[in-house]
C-alpha cells in the first residue's frame, strides 16, 4: 500500500511493517530499472532523499507493460508535483529582480536576484534572497540577504571561472548547485534562468573580460528581463497558503557568517541524464519521521 500526501507518502509491506516518509525541496524522483531478475522486469522509480538518508525505491506490477508504465507515470509525476508544491509553500510570493534596491549600492551590479531555498545541512533549510552580481576583477559574485531589502549580506559565494555550477537531474527537478550550495527554486524554468545567467558570467571570466561598464550593465539587464518577463508569463499560479514544513525556534548557523566560501561540487553533475531508466542492481530502503507540517519557516526542520 502506498500512500502520497501533501508533504509525504507512507507505504506499507506485506509483512505488516509500515513506513512514512517526509518530502524536502531537495529530494529527487527518478525512473530506473533492474539489470537482471524478476525485478528487470517491473517498471521502477527511486526517491532519493535529503543526503545522508537512503533512496526509497519502488516498483509498479502489471501484466500490461502499457499499463504499468503508465501508473509509474502517474506516481513519479505526482510526487515530483508534492516538491514543487512544498518549494511553492516556502517561498514569499515576490518577483525576480534585475534592477538595484534604489539606497543599496552594494547591489549596484546586480543581474538577477531572488528568492531561493538554499540547503544548510541534513536537517534545515533557508529561505534566503539571492543576488547575482556581475564580475568584479576576477571574480562574480552570489551574495544571500535574509529578504529583499538586501540590508545586510549573509552569505557571499564567490565564481571564478573554474567554479561548479551545475543542474540537479530529476524529474520536474528545480534544485541546482553553486560551488558546492545546494539551491531550489520554484520551477524547473526559473533554474534554467538562474544557471543561464551563471554560465553566462563564467564565459565572460574564463575570456577575461574586462569589467562591465554602467552602459554594459543596463544592456545585461535588459536581456535578462526579458527572460524574466516570458517566465513570468508562463508560472503557474501559487497553490500552497502556508509552509508545508516546520520551522526552527534558532536559525541555522551555516548561513549567518560573512566568509565568501568556496567548495567543491558533490557530484550532481556526474549523474546520468533522466531520460531513460537508470540501471539498478540491488534494492534499498529508507524511512522518514514521517510527514509534518504547519509553522512558518526561516529556516525549516525536514
Given amino acids: 500500500m502506498f500512500s502520497l500526501y501533501v508533504n509525504g507518502f507512507a507505504f506499507s509491506t506485506l509483512d505488516g511493517r509500515e513506513a512514512s516518509v517526509s518530502l524536502s525541496p531537495f529530494s529527487l524522483i527518478r525512473n530506473c530499472r533492474f539489470q537482471s531478475g524478476e525485478c528487470s522486469r517491473l517498471k521502477s522509480f527511486k526517491v532519493s532523499l535529503q543526503e545522508p538518508d537512503p533512496c526509497c525505491y519502488f516498483a509498479v506490477r502489471s501484466t500490461e507493460e502499457r499499463e504499468a508504465?503508465?501508473?509509474?507515470?502517474?506516481?513519479?509525476?505526482?510526487?515530483?508535483?508534492?516538491?514543487?508544491?512544498?518549494?511553492?509553500?516556502?517561498?514569499?510570493?515576490?518577483?525576480?529582480?534585475?534592477?538595484?534596491?534604489?539606497?543599496?549600492?552594494?547591489?549596484?551590479?546586480?543581474?538577477?536576484?531572488?528568492?531561493?531555498?538554499?540547503?544548510?545541512?541534513?536537517?534545515?533549510?533557508?529561505?534566503?534572497?539571492?543576488?547575482?552580481?556581475?564580475?568584479?576583477?576576477?571574480?562574480?559574485?552570489?551574495?544571500?540577504?535574509?529578504?529583499?531589502?538586501?540590508?545586510?549580506?549573509?552569505?557571499?559565494?564567490?565564481?571564478?571561472?573554474?567554479s561548479v555550477c551545475c543542474d540537479v537531474v530529476g524529474i520536474n527537478c528545480s534544485c541546482f548547485v553553486v560551488e558546492g550550495h545546494h539551491f531550489a527554486c520554484q520551477s524547473s524554468s526559473e533554474r534554467k534562468l538562474w544557471l543561464r545567467a551563471l554560465s553566462n558570467l563564467k564565459v565572460k571570466l574564463q575570456n577575461k573580460a574586462p569589467e562591465p561598464s554602467a552602459e554594459e550593465l543596463l544592456h545585461f539587464r535588459s536581456a535578462i528581463r526579458e527572460n524574466i518577463v516570458t517566465l513570468e508569463a508562463t508560472q503557474e499560479l501559487r497553490i500552497a497558503k502556508t509552509p508545508l514544513l516546520k520551522s526552527l525556534e534558532k536559525p541555522s548557523r551555516s548561513l549567518h557568517t560573512r566568509d565568501k566560501l568556496q567548495a567543491g561540487c558533490n557530484g550532481d553533475e556526474d549523474i546520468p541524464e533522466a531520460t531513460g531508466d537508470d540501471e539498478l542492481s540491488q534494492t534499498k530502503a529508507g524511512y522518514g519521521n514521517g510527514p509534518n507540517s504547519n509553522g512558518r519557516s526561516h529556516p525549516v526542520s525536514l
Fill in 69 to 162: 508504465e503508465e501508473e509509474r507515470s502517474e506516481w513519479v509525476l505526482g510526487l515530483s508535483h508534492t516538491i514543487l508544491l512544498i518549494i511553492d509553500s516556502l517561498l514569499p510570493v515576490a518577483e525576480l529582480s534585475c534592477d538595484p534596491v534604489p539606497g543599496c549600492p552594494q547591489t549596484q551590479r546586480r543581474l538577477l536576484a531572488g528568492y531561493l531555498i538554499h540547503r544548510d545541512d541534513a536537517e534545515a533549510v533557508s529561505v534566503v534572497y539571492c543576488e547575482l552580481q556581475a564580475p568584479l576583477g576576477p571574480r562574480a559574485s552570489l551574495v544571500m540577504y535574509e529578504n529583499e531589502l538586501c540590508k545586510g549580506t549573509m552569505m557571499e559565494i564567490a565564481i571564478f571561472e573554474t
